[in-house]
């Protein structure tokens, strides 16, 4: 039987759009399903975000969010020196007034911690203070981008700076999650490389940068021995900033990572297994509206939560 030239060409992309897509999934590991979990207007009233808006100076909204163990949202309202708690239907349950810093992060047990550079406010499930920790910082922390607070799973506060490296600021008990936390002091309080995590792995985890193309995700026991050592996948352009996201409950290493494609800055979250494997590309939409020093966290259990402020508002989105 013959077959029109016309025909074929027909009948060749049928059998590419059936058979290629398939294909092309089973090796594709982006993924860019989310859903959008809260929106908040501008503005001064109750449930609502501050914004900065002039000419001479930065353009300032939220610089920080978190998310609670139960999944509400933690937004650090920095032009309206307040904290916002929104349930898991968007609703705002709580609001502190009189809140300065730039970094928030739940406590584990209904409250949470913002840090302002010099020291750590502890915040009840209440809204109400309840301890202040002054951090004896022989460096000053650097404010901005990649600025931010984590949990560990030993109840220990953390400072991530920019540059990677982490500072231990208050301890609590390890099996009590809303205790009173205790501040480490003096010549007890160390510089340290990388972030503990989420996850119960007892290792500390640091971004290595050999080159814009090739960097690494380090593990290493608290002797310093290398024990994990991850490439970062790299499927154009180059690295710019590198951040370590923590782990899941099932251990998986979570980075976040700003890809310059073209003089373009893209945003992307990176799953990763301890032996190596990429898991998950997302892709995230890298507008801001205004200045974030927290774009992203990633929950134990691998959800990853973003901020995002545009001309309408802010929004917390979930993938």
């Known amino acids: 039987m013959k077959i029109k030239t016309g025909h074929f060409i027909i009948i060749t992309l049928m059998l590419l759009m059936i058979f290629g897509t398939q294909n092309i999934k089973s090796q594709n590991t982006t993924l860019t399903n989310s859903k959008t979990v809260l929106i908040v207007k501008w503005g001064s009233e109750e449930g609502e975000i501050g914004l900065l808006d002039r000419p001479e100076v930065e353009r300032c909204g939220p ?18 020196k307040r904290a916002i708690k929104f349930d898991s239907m968007g609703n705002p349950i709580l609001i502190v007034k009189n809140v300065v810093g730039w970094s928030i992060c739940s406590d584990g047990g209904g409250g949470f911690f913002v840090f302002d550079g010099e020291k750590l406010n502890h915040y009840s499930e209440e ?11 022989k460096k000053k922390v650097i404010e901005g981008y990649g600025s931010e607070m984590v949990l560990t799973p030993d109840n220990k506060v953390e400072v991530n700076e920019v540059t990677q490296k982490n500072i231990p600021i208050a301890a609590g008990n390890a099996y009590m999650r809303s205790v009173r936390f205790e501040a ?14 989420n996850g119960t792995d007892p290792l500390r985890f640091t971004i ?8 690494r995700i380090l593990g290493e026991d608290y002797d310093g021995k290398d024990l994990v050592s991850v490439p970062i996948k790299l499927d ?19 980075v976040e990572l700003e890809k310059i494609v073209d003089k373009h800055t893209q945003l992307e979250v990176h799953c990763y297994s301890k032996e190596g494997k990429r898991l998950k590309v997302f892709n995230l939409p890298n507008y801001y509206f205004t ?4 774009k992203t966290e990633v929950t134990p259990e691998g959800k990853i939560y973003q901020l995002q402020t545009t001309p309408d508002g802010v929004s917390i989105i979930c993938y």
């Open 184 to 197: 480490i002091r003096g010549d007890e309080l160390k510089m340290r490389e990388g972030k503990i995590g």
């Open 291 to 294: 200045t974030v020093y927290k």
């Open 127 to 137: 809204g109400i203070e309840k301890e202040a920790f002054l951090a004896p910082l």
């Open 236 to 254: 154009s352009g180059y690295a710019g900033a590198v951040l370590f996201k923590g782990q899941d409950l099932n251990g998986n290493l979570y």
């Open 63 to 80: 610089l920080s969010f978190g998310i609670t163990e139960k999944g509400e949202i933690l937004l650090l309202d920095t032009v309206n």
């Open 208 to 215: 290595k940068r050999i080159s814009s193309k090739d960097i």
